[in-house]
């Protein structure tokens, strides 16, 4: 699986960015639960935002709930994360991530369940 992610960029805090995260080869990532992560120089890669397979479920680190939200088009191949009243310590690199799975829930939010990563994409919020 390819993950392709964009949509980064620099923005005045209390702002907003959408994140695209789409798939090619030929991989369809309804068969996929997928995630957002993000990583800040020095720190470790921290689950972000969940989607199952159907989109019926959703999973959020409480740092962001109520400003940001995941969605996903099976048909597309796509899955992306609207960040509003972006916050400074929202800056970092957001990467998408794929876990297949049978199971209509989101797997997991640790780094280590996730099969496949894409490039990451620089999101700067200025004070």
């Known amino acids: 699986v390819q993950l392709q992610a964009s949509g980064g960029g620099l923005v005045q805090a209390g702002g907003s960015l959408r994140l695209s995260c789409a798939s090619s080869?030929?991989?369809?990532?309804?068969?996929?639960?997928m995630g957002w992560f993000r990583q800040a120089p020095g720190d470790e890669r921290e689950f972000v935002a969940g989607?199952?397979?159907?989109?019926?479920?959703?999973s959020y680190v409480d740092s962001v709930k109520g400003r940001f939200t995941i969605s996903r088009d099976n048909a597309k191949n796509t899955v992306s994360l609207q960040m509003n009243s972006l916050k400074p310590e929202d800056t970092a690199v957001y990467y998408c991530?794929?876990?297949?799975?049978?199971?209509?829930?989101?797997?997991?939010?640790?780094?280590?369940?996730?099969?496949?990563w894409g490039q990451g994409t620089q999101v700067t919020v200025s004070s």
């Open positions: 080869g030929g991989i369809f990532i309804s068969y996929y639960s």
């Open positions: 991530a794929a876990d297949r799975t049978s199971q209509d829930v989101v797997t997991t939010t640790s780094p280590r369940g996730y099969d496949y």
């Open positions: 989607i199952s397979r159907s989109g019926s479920r959703t």
